[in-house]
């Protein structure tokens, strides 16, 4: 009988229903912010799969990419409030939530190729002062400007259908959602059967992802081939035909076939991708998450949304005590205006009153350090990538292009992952 090990996951096709194009069954997961830009996710597309984009800190993005000016302006409005710790008078404006968001979807969807489909990842704990309102904006403005399908991640709120059952692509546009447990899934879909339309499918992240975790610090308890087991099981018994997504720890195309053959319509994957040359981070950043070893990485509570997160120890943004940049940034603000950092912050403030600078070890200031890349956040097999390429002569890593791994992904059988082609000769050894 033929094994696991024997297949690859170019055996295997994905289509959402009976008249979607033919897909490869990998999906690029969302990265924000900006790590999983518009150029890997593109790639992906190009490639015959899926790629996420995702509308972490969207006008900051654009600000970058596209020069606009959104983060200076609010900073502006707002200027007068700085040293203030009462932050509720600092608000999104949405028609520039709407342009900035219309922007980032449009100029990628205008540069799409290839026969796959580009996603946008919307992270539901982006709360943004005002939840529901900047969240309806973020969804509507992605469908006006053509999006082909949006992933609801990170706080999924149950009544986001209902937020855009009004948008004339509510049924056309694919929708699905991220859960790390059947008990998450059944809420979803219970709160959402009134707008009478199901999930086109919904990504099961087990404790292994990157970013944050749907799991308590009790994490290793769990995993992943379990949860997606029990939500099989469950769809099957409730007659949905719901295609089901794995993501969090499959790192070689054995371990997608695993899935595959389980019965998984796809896969979602990232950490590999981290380090490619089209990945939003930084090249200095990428070599951080190559040389990390498995003891670097820590699943801690630094997030003020208050979900774990894993990231590399050594990440800048831990312990750092900047001041809140809630005028500029304010991503996480809820509607009253509080943010756990903030709160963390002027705790230190007021017990270190004459200090220059201060430390805060159990939040860090979220927006401002996923902004400059300094919140590495990464999977739990990143101690892996370093096996995934070539060390060079300066002993940095050769950076991997999304189109090797991607067709590693595709064609490895047998837990292989094939090696890019050099880029530099390796400096040959003098003999005698
Ligand atoms: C650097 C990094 C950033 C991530 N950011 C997000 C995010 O913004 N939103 C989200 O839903 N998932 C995020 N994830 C999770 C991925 O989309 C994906 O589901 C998961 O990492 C897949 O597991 P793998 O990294 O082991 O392949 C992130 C993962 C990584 C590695």
Redesign the pocket.
């Known amino acids: 009988m033929m094994s696991a090990a024997d297949r690859c996951v170019d055996e295997f096709r994905f289509r959402f229903g009976r008249h979607g194009p033919e897909l490869i069954p990998i999906m690029?997961?969302?990265?924000?912010?900006d790590?999983?830009n518009a150029d890997l996710a593109l790639e992906i597309a190009r490639l015959g799969g899926i790629g996420?984009i995702?509308d972490?800190m969207v006008p900051t993005v654009t600000d970058r990419r596209y020069d606009t000016a959104y983060t200076k302006e609010k900073l502006k409005r707002y200027k007068y409030n700085v040293k203030s710790l009462d932050k509720s008078a600092v608000k999104f404006d949405l028609g520039l939530l709407a342009e900035a968001q219309k922007m980032h979807v449009l100029r990628t969807m205008e540069r799409k190729r290839g026969p796959g489909l580009i996603f946008i990842?919307c992270?539901e704990k982006l709360t943004m002062a005002a939840p529901k309102e900047t969240l309806k904006v973020r969804l509507e403005s992605a469908l006006d400007a053509g999006i082909d399908g949006i992933?609801l991640?990170?706080g999924l709120h149950l009544g986001s259908f209902a937020l855009i059952e009004e948008h004339p692509r509510f049924r056309d546009a694919k929708l699905g959602i991220?859960v790390s447990s059947v008990r998450a899934l059944q809420l979803f879909l219970k709160k959402s059967a009134r707008t009478r339309r199901l999930p086109d499918f919904v990504?099961v992240?087990?404790p292994?992802?990157?970013?944050?975790l749907g799991f308590g610090l009790d994490w290793a308890r769990y995993d992943l081939r379990s949860i997606v087991t029990e939500v099989l099981q469950y769809l099957a018994r409730e007659e949905l035909a719901i295609p089901v997504i794995p993501?969090?720890?499959?790192?070689t195309g054995t371990d997608a076939v695993e899935f595959l053959e389980m019965g998984a319509a796809a896969?979602?994957?990232?950490?590999?991708?981290?380090v490619t040359k089209e990945c939003g981070?930084p090249d200095r950043v990428k070599q951080e998450?190559f040389k990390a070893n498995e003891e670097d990485i820590e699943v801690n509570t630094i997030s003020p949304t208050g979900y774990p997160m894993?990231m590399l120890k050594s990440s800048p943004a831990i312990g750092a005590g900047i001041r809140p940049n809630c005028e500029a940034f304010g991503y996480l603000l809820d509607a009253n205006g509080h943010c756990a950092y903030i709160d963390a912050y002027n705790r230190e403030v007021e017990k270190n009153p004459h200090a220059k600078t201060i430390h805060v070890w159990d939040k860090t200031c979220l927006c401002t350090h996923m902004r400059n890349f300094d919140c590495?956040?990464?999977?739990?097999?990143?101690y892996r990538l370093k096996d995934t390429t070539h060390r060079l002569p300066d002993g940095s890593y050769q950076l991997l292009t999304a189109e090797h791994v991607f067709n590693d992904y595709r064609y490895s059988k047998n837990h292989e992952i094939a090696l890019p082609p050099r880029e530099v000769e390796p400096t040959p050894v003098a003999a005698g």
């Open positions: 690029l997961g969302g990265m924000g912010v790590i999983s996420h995702s972490a990842n992270m992933t991640s990170a991220i990504v992240e087990g292994l992802a990157g970013g944050h993501a969090g720890g499959i790192f896969v979602q994957v990232a950490t590999r991708f981290t981070l998450y894993r590495w956040t990464c999977g739990h097999y990143t």
